[in-house]
């Protein structure tokens, strides 16, 4: 009777919360799962996908993309919006502290936070000024995110509309940083094509300066999209990019980022949506979030939905300990960071289908229970 009453108590607060405009707040301690939801409110048609980042005094800043008026599209009117959390994920503060004002014609969105090894944070996000003017931009903090350097361009040896997703920038144990991007040519008049050309330009200075690899080989003519980088154990780069061949594409670099193999299929089933795959710092396995869906069921075919976790063992030959954390099958969940603690994971990815951000902290116990 008392679980009954809790759960009728949290679901009209729930309720209240969504119809208030205000965070909607769960938790469920056997899984190890507490959430927080960004619900869109008034002159706020959407919020959307972020990164975080670990301050040295404990919080943990989460910087996400706060819409404003009344466009919800990708193009729509935005700013970067930051919340934070004093207990690792568990609450986190209910009002917007302004990290980028909308500076592009557009918008400003997908957000990459790192620490670098220098002890600085270095934010990355992408300007939109039109269909034919997208391009990463870094800013640098030395006070923990207190204020923010300039920006500066990181793409300067070619214009045209880039994707540089969410989470995406990283750097590896020799301190280079890899920064993998979707360069997307525009047809006559500015419509914006669907094929992507995969680069990952790299930066042996911080972030000063940025060189591009050679183009990704795609030999198969598929379409390519919204890549992703993970340094292996034997030194190699594996690429893991969005496509529509349904299972997420590979490409591997040898040298650290400058070339790479053509494209190969990987085991990952995959409707056309990103995935994400981070390294497990406690324990060394790798981590994946992603859309586990193979078009089978026709309900949910082609659909960013159920959302699960699968580790592996192998360097991402196989995964196992497949969960799902969303499986509504209305939904449409993508772009997720990933961000460790301790002993949880907090996972940051956005719902198309009500256009709202959900920050979601589970333990590493239940993720690596079978």
Known sequence: MKKITRVLIFALLTVAAALSGGDVFSQDHKAGVYAMKLPRGKNNPRNSEGDFVTLKDGRILFVYT???????DDHGSAFLAGRYSKDGGKSWS???????????????????LLRLKNGKIALFYLRKNSFTDCIPQMRISSDEGKTWSNPTPCIT????????NNN?????????????????????????????????YYSDDNGRNWTSSAEIPNTKKIITQEPGVIELKDGRIMMFIRTDSGVQQLSFSRDEGKTWSPIEPSKIASPLSPASIARIPSMGDLLLVWNNNDGKNPATKERRTPLTTAISKDEGSTWQNLKNIEDNPSGSFCYTAIHFTKDEVLLGYFDWATTQVTIRRLSLKWILDK
């Open 66 to 72: 706060h819409y404003t008026g009344t466009n919800p």
């Open 94 to 112: 209910t009002e917007d502290q302004m990290i980028v004002a909308q500076e592009g014609d557009m918008n400003v969105m997908s957000v990459s």
């Open 157 to 164: 040896d070619r214009k045209n509309y880039f994707v540089l």
């Open 168 to 200: 995406r920038v990283i750097q590896l144990k020799s301190g280079r940083l890899l920064m993998p991007v979707a360069l997307h040519n525009t047809k006559e008049g500015g419509a914006f094509e669907n094929q992507g050309i995969i680069y990952c």
